[in-house]
């Protein structure tokens, strides 16, 4: 903890991410990135493959601040970046957790230098307490707590998946009520720097909203969402590891081949290989609006069916028609570190159509109506114009 002119800076609470703290001038102080290892036999991948590159480290900052002066106090707090942390990851905005929720940090307040650090002024009022960070982090009980609500009210039961690392619940949410043939399996990024919690439950809600789209999409297809993957990591400030230092996001193909693999790809794995998903959607979050949206879907050499095929091209087509500019990359049997990862092996084993989905939006509103839109896109393309034309009049009555 740092204490300086009534201004108090700490990390002591989940959901921290920061590394040595201190102040250097009177009313700057300067935090450096939690160190983020990751094991050997991943390290040496990315120098094989990427040059290093890659997966970006040490992309997470994340610290609470209070003012105990009894009147209003300006503060500046500067996030150093390291080599690792991966092109225009750490662009603004930033983002302060400020009356009992995150607003982005305004562009006059706030000072980038591209590689090096940013400068972020503060305002404090008297004795206020807020959170800065790359991001708007969510904290796993609040993650729980939405999902245990959206069960009790909602066509959705819990279902405990296993146990991570440091002994926390993985959680799905599974959509109840009708007898399924497919499935659609929408989960948050393993890499807790880019928060999905918030988009992936926000398709649950959406799912609860009583429409005629969304009654019959209830009836076609199971819903299954995990919107913390990996809570540890989470918890922990960590960026793309869990608590204990190991990348459960690139660990598949290793539990896979037998090797030693993070609890919690064992737990996502299990989880999938019992639904056979048909779809698979995984969303990052990058709360920016630096670059185009990107997706990631699977090429047609993973699937030897011609049914398959053209179901893959229908659900390409109509994900495309989402956004006027792309960012497009499908993920081929050559594309290095391919079988480190679900997508893949999702395909491979069950013919699922997977799918890594980045939204490049600002707000948590803006990010959570983006993954809505890709649910129904993904969704109704899945069931197909026959289904979508084959939709009943509406009962009409007087009220």
């Given at each position: 903890?740092?204490?300086?002119h ?14 040595e ?28 493959n ?55 940090i ?11 650090h ?14 800065v ?20 009210h ?28 497919d ?22 809600h ?5 429409s ?17 993957p ?25 539990l ?95 013919g ?11 707000t ?15 969704a ?20």
């Amino acid at each position: 903890m740092e204490t300086a002119h009534d201004i108090h800076i700490d990390t002591d609470f989940e959901g921290s991410s920061a590394g040595e703290i201190r102040r250097e001038t009177a009313g700057l102080i300067e935090i450096e990135p939690k160190p983020e290892q990751v094991p050997g036999w991943f390290f040496e991948a990315l120098e094989v493959n990427f040059g290093g590159a890659g997966v970006p480290r040490e992309y997470a900052c994340h610290v609470r601040v209070v003012s105990n002066a009894g009147e209003p106090r300006d503060a500046t707090l500067r996030f150093h970046f390291t080599k690792t942390n991966g092109a225009a990851y750490m662009a603004p905005p930033y983002w302060i957790l400020r009356h009992g929720r995150w607003w982005p940090i305004q562009a006059a307040d706030t000072t980038f230098v591209e590689g090096s650090h940013v400068d972020l002024d503060l305002h404090l009022e008297p004795g206020e307490l807020v959170h800065v960070a790359n991001k708007p982090y969510v904290h796993g009980d609040d993650v729980l707590d939405e999902m245990t609500a959206l069960a009790e009210h909602g066509p959705f039961e819990l279902r405990e998946l296993g146990r991570s690392a440091a002994d926390r619940a993985i959680v799905a949410l599974e959509s109840t009520g009708f007898r399924y043939d497919d499935t659609i399996l929408f989960a948050a990024t393993m890499q807790p720097a880019e928060p999905a919690a918030r988009p992936v439950l926000a398709i649950a809600h959406w799912l609860t909203d009583g429409s005629a789209l969304t009654q019959r999409l209830l009836e076609r297809f199971r819903f299954a969402f995990v919107p913390l993957p990996n809570p540890d990591g989470s918890a922990d400030g960590r960026s793309c590891t869990n608590g204990i230092a190991e990348v459960p996001m690139f660990s598949f193909g290793r539990l896979l081949a037998g090797q030693e693999a993070p609890a919690e790809t064992r737990v996502l794995w299990e989880y999938a290989a019992e639904l056979r998903p048909l779809s698979y959607m995984e969303l990052h979050t990058h709360y920016q609006d630096v670059r185009h949206h990107k997706l990631n879907p699977m090429a047609p050499e993973w699937f030897p069916g011609e049914e398959r095929r053209q179901l893959l091209a229908q659900v390409d087509e109509a994900l495309l028609a989402l956004n006027s500019d792309w960012r497009v990359t499908p993920i081929e049997r050559t594309t290095p570190l391919c079988d480190a990862g679900k997508f893949t092996n999702l395909a491979d084993r069950f013919g699922t159509l997977s799918y890594c989905y980045q939204i490049y939006t600002i707000t948590e509103e803006a990010t959570c109506a983006h993954a809505v839109s890709v649910a129904r896109t993904l969704a109704t393309a899945l069931a197909g114009p026959e289904w979508a034309s084959a939709a009943p009049a509406p009962n009409v009555t007087k009220g």
